[in-house]
């Protein structure tokens, strides 16, 4: 099955700084690859997802890569503000037709005013 | 639309009672996910159903059960709850491959 690593567990950014996450994969054939945020006490939910057939996607201050060569993809936060601190996790889908995603364990973002 | 809604909120067993946990959903997606989530180890599948009729383990099954009701329900049941059962629950659904949409979750105890 697919096998999800996500790092770091913790970041902690200054107000303004960039944050950036990054997730491996060890399925080659995975072609789905979403990121959500979970504010405490609240869903997951989707921010941003990309695509096998592109490298990087933005919607305003996020963005999300994706290396399939090196089997990883990254969350990029730029200008990071005090309502972005939550947990981020990445999902990456098992490609033998059943589609599942396997979460990353989360990162824990806490952006400081 | 509601989106997903799963009952209870919140609810407290003792060891060895019984519960089932409830999902629903109205945006007409095919696949239907149970989820725990326990802190630092992320979401774990703990069954779906990828279409209504089929219902398949995830990877934490032990000392659970579904029911895939119709297309718009999947519930969870708990025959006889252990405190290693402690956790929040999420139920989710989506389209095979696509975004996941979340309930609100359910915060279990059992002591």
């Known amino acids: 099955g697919e096998n999800v690593e996500q790092h770091p567990s913790t970041l902690s950014v200054q107000e303004g700084d960039s944050a950036v996450i990054k997730c491996t994969y060890s399925?080659?054939?995975?072609?789905?690859f979403p990121w959500y945020k979970q504010e405490l006490g609240k869903r997951p939910q989707l921010i941003i997802d990309?695509?096998?057939?592109?490298g990087e996607k933005k919607d305003q201050r996020i963005a999300v890569t994706l290396n399939k060569t090196a089997k990883h993809f990254s969350l990029h936060i730029t200008e990071t503000q005090p309502e972005d601190s939550a947990v981020y996790f990445c999902a990456a889908p098992e490609s033998g037709g059943s589609y599942i995603p396997t979460f990353g364990r989360g990162t824990s973002l806490i952006v400081h005013p | 639309n509601a989106g997903v809604t799963q009952t209870p909120k919140f609810q407290v067993l003792k060891t060895g009672q019984s519960m089932t946990l409830q999902c629903a959903q109205d945006?007409?997606?095919?696949?239907m996910y149970w989820y725990r989530q326990d802190p630092g180890m992320g979401l774990r599948l703990i069954y779906y159903s990828a279409s209504e009729g089929t219902t398949d383990k995830g990877e934490v099954p032990n000392g659970y059960n579904v029911s895939r009701l119709n297309k718009r329900e999947f519930s969870l049941r708990l025959e006889s709850a252990a405190p290693s059962q402690t956790s929040v629950y999420f139920c989710?659904?989506?389209?095979?491959?696509?975004?996941?949409?979340f309930g609100p979750g359910t915060r279990l105890t059992v002591t």
């Open positions: 399925d080659s054939a995975s072609n789905y």
């Open positions: 945006m007409n997606h095919n696949s």
């Open positions: 989710a659904s989506s389209e095979l491959g696509d975004e996941q949409y």
């Open positions: 990309i695509r096998s057939n592109v």
